[in-house]
């Protein structure tokens, strides 16, 4: 059975720095784009950052553009989102995805959360001080 677990969320100040990780298993991560998105209260989901499945092709939202790092260990079958430089409209419940399909490039439409098969249950990030 196809399972993606988000972990390594909690309480930051701003300014401080949070590493969340997309653990999958049941299928061979390394076949699929992954993404990371978030959704606070009272908005829609967002796109994050994506990474192909070499992990060569990376996108960022440009909120998160030069603060944010998304990784990925295809022998962990672990996706990383390294975030620094928290910010308290950064706090939301994060979540990765996968698919097959998707292109991973600021040209693609990788943002378009409805177009990712599978979801993680969530992390919740809360920046506050």
């Known amino acids: 059975q196809l399972q993606l677990v988000e972990s390594g969320g909690g309480l930051v100040q701003p300014g401080g720095s949070l590493r969340l990780s997309c653990a999958a298993s049941?299928?061979?991560?390394?076949?699929?784009?992954i993404g990371w998105f978030r959704q606070a209260p009272g908005k829609e989901r967002e796109g994050v950052s994506c990474?192909?499945?070499?992990?060569?092709?990376?996108a960022y939202a440009d909120s998160v553009k030069g603060r944010f790092t998304i990784s990925r260990d295809n022998a962990k079958n672990t996706v990383y989102l390294e975030m620094n430089s928290l910010k308290p409209e950064d706090t939301a419940v994060y979540y990765c995805?996968?698919?097959?399909?998707?292109?991973?490039?600021?040209?693609?439409?990788?943002?378009?959360?409805?177009?990712?098969?599978?979801w993680g249950q969530g992390t919740q990030v809360t920046v506050s001080s």
């Open positions: 995805a996968v698919d097959r399909n998707i292109l991973c490039s600021y040209a693609s439409n990788w943002p378009r959360a409805r177009l990712y098969d599978y």
């Open positions: 049941g299928f061979t991560s390394m076949y699929y784009v």
């Open positions: 990474i192909s499945r070499s992990g060569g092709s990376i």
